[in-house]
Each structure stands twice: as C-alpha cells, then as structure tokens.
C-alpha cells in the first residue's frame, strides 16, 4: 500500500515557475514507478511526466518538454514536478501516482497506476 500527498500548487503568472511534491509511504518506495497527471476542467486526466523507479528513465508528454522537470528522491520518498514557464493552458488539477514495479519501466496511462494523490491546484494567470 502507497500514500500520496500532493503539495506546492497554487496560483503563478504565465512565465513562472512552481514545483509540486508528492510525499510517499512506505517501505520500497523504489520499487515503485511514479507519475504527475493533470486534469483540466471538462477534459480527461493526461500524463504530464512519469519516472521509473530508480530514476534513470523519465518521459515527458510533449507539451511540457523542455519546461518541466520530473525527479524523485527515494530516500526520502519523494517525488518532484519542477514546471518552469507555465502558460495558462498549464491550468488544472495536477495528480501523482504510483505503480509498483518488477522492471525499470516508466507507465505513461493513468490505468497503469494504482494508487493516486488528492490532487493539488495549478492555476496559470495570463
């Protein structure tokens, strides 16, 4: 069992720069591959970025490449979204999730994952 917890929304002018952590339980955490999704009103929850379990393999969706920045910490178990030059359409709830993993693979749909985070709000004014 793995619990999540969301911090470090809020709101941000477009252009700047906020970083989200998600607090994870447990024992092993690094057998676990790791995701942030967002969910904008009225549209479907999409992967923003997803991190295997010992960090050495990371993917992005191709509208934040180059702009955000997943990472993670398995001693403390966390796991970081540092998103820099946020634009409006960054607006939405942002969700980390979790997935135990027997290989080193990142999971890029969200039905790939188990456990999720309460979400935390990201909104970009223009």
């Known amino acids: 069992q793995v619990h999540l917890v969301e911090s470090g929304g809020g709101l941000v002018q477009a252009g700047g720069s906020l970083r989200l952590s998600c607090a994870a339980s447990g024992r092993t955490f690094s057998r676990y591959a790791m995701g942030w999704f967002r969910q904008a009103p009225g549209k479907e929850r999409e992967l923003v970025a997803a991190?295997?379990?010992?960090?050495?393999?990371?993917h992005y969706v191709d509208s934040v490449k180059g702009r955000f920045t997943i990472s993670r910490d398995n001693a403390k178990n966390m796991v970081y979204l540092q998103m820099n030059s946020l634009k409006p359409e960054d607006t939405a709830v942002y969700y980390c999730a979790a997935r135990f993993a027997v290989s080193t693979n990142y999971y890029s749909q969200a039905s790939d994952y188990g456990y999720w985070g309460q979400g935390t709000q990201v909104t970009v004014s223009s």
């Open positions: 991190i295997s379990g010992t960090g050495g393999r990371v």
